[in-house]
């Protein structure tokens, strides 16, 4: 398994991935960078969790519009659209252990992004 150095909005992460995925994890990376450059400029520092929230939202927004417009080029072409792929089980979670699992990750990375903004 292979280990890329991505920065997003001037802080390092070691990410792991399939050896030869390198350039591609870097791509993605720098399309999330330039997402929260983006929010940056337009709102400020605004702590890394939240703007790394905003930023996927805005990445998953701008791939359902692509879905979308997708679907409008297959109906126009009269293209049958590919079928969904059959869910997978989804594993049982204790919803409120997870819960707390991520709040207890959000106030500690909050508190890494103060302590980053305070210098």
């Known amino acids: 398994m292979a280990r890329v150095s991505i920065?997003?909005?001037a802080n390092t992460y070691e990410i792991a991935c399939?050896?030869?995925?390198?350039?591609?994890i870097l791509d993605l990376a720098s399309r999330l960078?330039?997402?929260?450059g983006e929010l940056v400029g337009a709102i400020g520092q605004a702590g890394e969790a939240r703007l790394l929230a905003m930023a996927g939202l805005l990445?998953?927004?701008d791939v359902a519009e692509a879905q979308d417009e997708i679907?409008?080029?297959?109906?126009?072409?009269?293209?049958?659209?590919?079928p969904a792929p059959a869910p997978e089980p989804t594993p049982r979670v204790d919803e409120n252990r997870l819960a707390q699992a991520?709040?207890?990750?959000?106030?500690?990375?909050e508190?890494?992004?103060e302590k980053l903004e305070q210098g």
């Open 7 to 9: 920065t997003i909005n």
């Open 18 to 24: 399939a050896d030869g995925e390198e350039p591609h």
């Open 33 to 36: 960078d330039t997402k929260v």
């Open 59 to 61: 990445l998953a927004d």
């Open 71 to 82: 679907g409008q080029l297959r109906a126009a072409a009269e293209i049958a659209p590919e």
């Open 102 to 109: 991520i709040e207890a990750m959000a106030v500690r990375i």
């Open 111 to 113: 508190a890494i992004a």
